[in-house]
């Protein structure tokens, strides 16, 4: 059994959870034993997410609702629990990426966060060697719900033909993100480009940026470092960074020429290969 251990409610957003969590149930009558038998669940699973020792997924929470009749409480606070995992740095720009009407970014290096499925997301976050890559995982899927909604945001993609033929993960990984990107060709809202090799030297050489659009509010500029990342409104790096947008989308291929080389490179480069290495080609 999990040891019971006092919880500041205000200390963090899991912790929140987990304090909420404990006293609901208790107010129900029920042990943890009790409410996991109900949410398909162990006991221990909803001890460890009542003392912020693991974190509950958007699963779990919608599950506890509909056991705890608690009206969508917890499908609401999972949000900004999941939010809360991410980079202490990166947190600012989560939120304000979820506020954006307009989202437009030019990745040089990988598939841009939004896009990524959760494979290649994993391979991802885990180049970075951190302590709690699952949790980042689940946050960056998170992320992603802004593009259902029933507003999404505008969001336009340029991604450096490098993005695809750089292997992550695997083969069957990287097909499956291919065909992902593939599957945004149905979506109105969601454009992605590819800036060919062929393009040659390009407006943006010195790396990848993303620009926000908001209803009311400055625009944003939002680059990355080794580090940390780094948000300006400031007018003249936000007019900077529109133009060099404006070469980059003029430099890529269009939306239609994009997904027929994403489908090439797919096919060519990651392919079903099982046939040929039974015959030994290497």
């Known amino acids: 059994m999990v040891n019971i ?17 404990r006293r609901l149930r208790e107010d129900s009558g029920l042990s943890q034993a009790d409410l ?15 003392t912020a020792r693991k974190v509950p997924s958007r699963e779990f929470s919608e599950r506890i609702d509909a056991a705890l009749m608690t009206g969508g409480f917890f499908t609401r606070l999972v949000g900004l629990v999941l939010r809360s995992q991410l980079p202490s740095w990166f947190q600012e720009y989560a939120e304000m990426e979820a506020k954006a009407a307009y989202i437009s970014t030019y990745q040089s290096q990988m598939v841009y966060g939004l896009l990524q499925t959760e494979e290649y997301a994993r391979a991802v976050i885990a180049t970075g060697l951190p302590d709690r890559l699952e949790e980042l995982v689940v946050a960056r899927l998170e992320r992603q719900r802004i593009l259902e909604r029933q ?4 969001v336009w993609v340029i991604l450096d033909e490098a993005a695809l033929h750089r292997p992550v993960g695997s083969p069957q990984i990287m097909h499956a993100q291919l065909a992902h990107l ?6 109105r809202w969601t454009r992605i480009q ?38 300006t409104a400031n007018p003249d790096t936000v007019r900077e960074a529109v133009l060099r ?25 990651y392919g079903d290969r099982t046939g040929r290495e039974q015959r030994g080609v290497a």
Request: glycine share 8%; with cysteine; net charge negative.
């Open 36 to 50: 996991g038998a109900i949410v398909f669940c162990t006991g221990s699973l909803v001890g460890q997410i009542e």
């Open 194 to 231: 590819v800036l060919p090799f062929a393009a040659g030297e390009h407006a943006s050489l010195i790396g990848s940026f993303n620009f926000l659009r908001f209803d009311g509010d400055p625009d944003i500029v939002y680059t990355e470092d080794l580090i940390a990342g780094h948000m």
């Open 245 to 269: 947008y404006a070469h980059l989308q003029a430099s890529a291929l269009s939306v239609e020429d994009s997904a027929d080389l994403i489908m090439r490179v797919m096919e060519e480069h």
């Open 151 to 154: 507003r999404p945001p505008m």
């Open 5 to 21: 251990r006092s919880l500041d409610p205000s200390a963090s957003p899991l912790d929140y959870y987990g304090s909420e969590l």
């Open 182 to 187: 593939l599957s945004f060709r149905e979506e």
